[in-house]
């Protein structure tokens, strides 16, 4: 069984900065990494994903070139760091991992096997 559990969550004013990061416990070896969100009444959409060994990474359009995602080699926290904050990118952010080999985007949320509780963001404007 694998559990994540994100952090890192809170408050910032627009334009600022935040991190929020995963931890994994459990077998996650080869496993896929991506964060999404879910604002209210909204479906979860993907932000950013991450391979096991870190060396290639995929963005949503809306959060390319200001939110980066990072691990150190295959270890865990998984962190999104996110810059130029604005108030749609208020949700829950949520990390997940799939299993190796999965078929289908990563950007979809259905092919990914575990999930984390979230965590809130908020961007005051």
């Known amino acids: 069984q694998v559990q994540l559990v994100e952090s890192g969550g809170g408050l910032v004013q627009a334009g600022g900065s935040l991190s929020v990061s995963c931890v994994a416990s459990g077998r996650t070896f080869g496993m896929y990494l991506a964060w999404f969100r879910q604002a209210p009444g909204k479906d979860r959409e993907f932000v950013a994903g991450?391979?096991?060994?870190?060396?290639?990474?995929s963005y949503a359009d809306s959060v390319k070139g200001r939110f980066t995602i990072s691990r150190d080699n295959h270890k865990y926290p998984v962190n999104l760091t996110m810059n130029s904050l604005e108030p749609e990118d208020t949700a829950v952010y949520f990390c997940a991992v799939r299993v190796p080999f999965r078929s289908g985007l990563v950007s979809a949320p259905l092919t990914y096997d575990y999930w984390g509780q979230g965590t809130q963001v908020t961007v005051a404007s």
């Open positions: 991450i391979t096991w060994s870190g060396t290639a990474t």
